[in-house]
């Protein structure tokens, strides 16, 4: 039995699927304007987890992962490098699928885009605008949060807290300050760029909120078992996305369970450009940080509790990561009928408790290590690589791991640099390399007589 957190109803509950023979779960993916940090990976790693657990427990499982590939930032960035709408969504979507599959992650079922989905988003306007729900305003729709009752479910806001001060803010256009838009019309650099759509209230574009509620009805319907998102996106997105579906639909429940990932800092402070402390996925991967120990690195962490990023973490991970592949030697698993051990899968049962999972396979790796007996321990071997496996580690083999992206010149001249700072009393120094060469998933030790073996 699977046990999920359920955000809306505030409470770890029993996952009772809508239907037992075909499990839906949609979750919002990135706003294509610029490579992916690690706070996208986290929520990308943790649905693609949840995605195995399910596949495993129910067989039929479809994951919807959108791509908002028209957005006010995608329009800023185009306009700012005097390209197109098209090619920086493009090259930044592609940036993105490379650097995910480069920390292991899964495809998921569908991957619609907000702009292959005009007619839909059109559509759930119009069907909102008849109920009573939306109302046009100076060009643009926009939804009234009042005429939705039980709106702040999911976040705990009030309506009558959405004044002039509020995060939504207020606009002259709106009959109420927490009212958000649905349909914008189309401005000077819309035209510039191509940025609109022809719509029954004239020429524009689809609020953010909206083109969510559009995708996941065209490909999950008006009511499916899961909605997952980091928990940034609770409010106010994931809770118009709740006003707007439910709204749309009479007598819809939208999604059933609101299973949100905690924030993610670096050293203790929220990543922003105006910090420089935005860590990019794609800078660590450059770096010589193997995909593998990112991932491991996001995993540690129980995926609602926040997660802070220090220097500490990549090379824990590498750390840990090298003493697991160590244990791979000499076995080769692809013949296997080994089974996932069940008290990791338990683990990740009970609220996807990974970290739990985690100190499975520490448990397996020590037992491993006690064995003496050599089928045992294959056997033992075997199981523990099938566990990890199913939350994407292990993926390679001991000569892989530890000899892919091996740069021997650069360890070298690592070595010497730490050497001469050794020979020049630069302790400091030579602290740093050895940290450094570490951080690369080197072991280096200092001999007698002077030299270092790596």
Known sequence: ?????????????????????????YVCGPTVYDTAHIGNARSVVV???????????????????????????????????NSSIESISTYYTQAFHEDMKSINCAEPTHEPKATENIDRI??????LLQSGHAYKSNRHVYFSVESYPEYGALSGKKIDELDHGSRVGIGENKKHPGDFVLWKPAN?????????????????RPGWHIECSAMSYAYLGQDFDIHGGGIDLQFPHHENEIA?????????????????????????????KSLFNIVKVRDLLTNGIKGEVIRYALLKT???????????????????????YRLLRGVSIEKSDAEVSKDFIEALKNDLNIPEALAVLHEM???????????????????????????????????????TGVNHQEI??????????????????????????KQMGVSISDNEDGTTTW
């Open 1 to 25: 039995m699977v046990r999920l957190y359920n955000t809306l109803t505030k409470k770890k509950e029993l996952f009772t699927p809508i239907n037992k023979a075909h499990v839906k779960m």
């Open 47 to 81: 649905y693609d987890v949840l995605f195995q657990l399910l596949k495993s427990c129910y067989g039929k499982v479809t994951y919807v992962r959108n791509i908002t590939d028209i957005d006010d930032k995608i329009i800023n960035a185009a306009n700012e490098k």
């Open 122 to 127: 059109i559509e759930l306007i119009q069907y």
């Open 188 to 204: 000077d650099i819309d035209y510039k760029l191509s940025s609109y759509w022809n719509s029954p209230w004239g020429e524009g």
């Open 244 to 272: 707007q579906s439910k709204s749309a639909f009479v007598g819809s429940t939208f999604a059933k369970y609101w299973v949100h990932n905690g924030f993610l800092t670096v050293n203790k402070e929220k990543m922003s």
């Open 302 to 324: 129980h995926y609602r509790k926040p997660l802070d990023w220090t220097e500490n973490v990549i090379s824990e991970s590498q750390e840990t990561l090298n003493k697991f």
């Open 365 to 403: 790796a020590t037992k491993i290590n006690k064995t003496n007996n050599e089928n045992e321990k294959l056997k033992l071997t075997e199981s523990f690589v099938k566990s990890a496996r199913f939350i994407g580690l292990l993926e390679l083999s001991y000569e892989e791991w530890f000899t």
């Open 412 to 437: 070298k001249r690592l070595i010497d640099l730490r050497r001469a700072a050794k020979q020049n009393k630069d302790y400091d120094t030579a602290d740093k390399i050895r940290e450094q060469l």
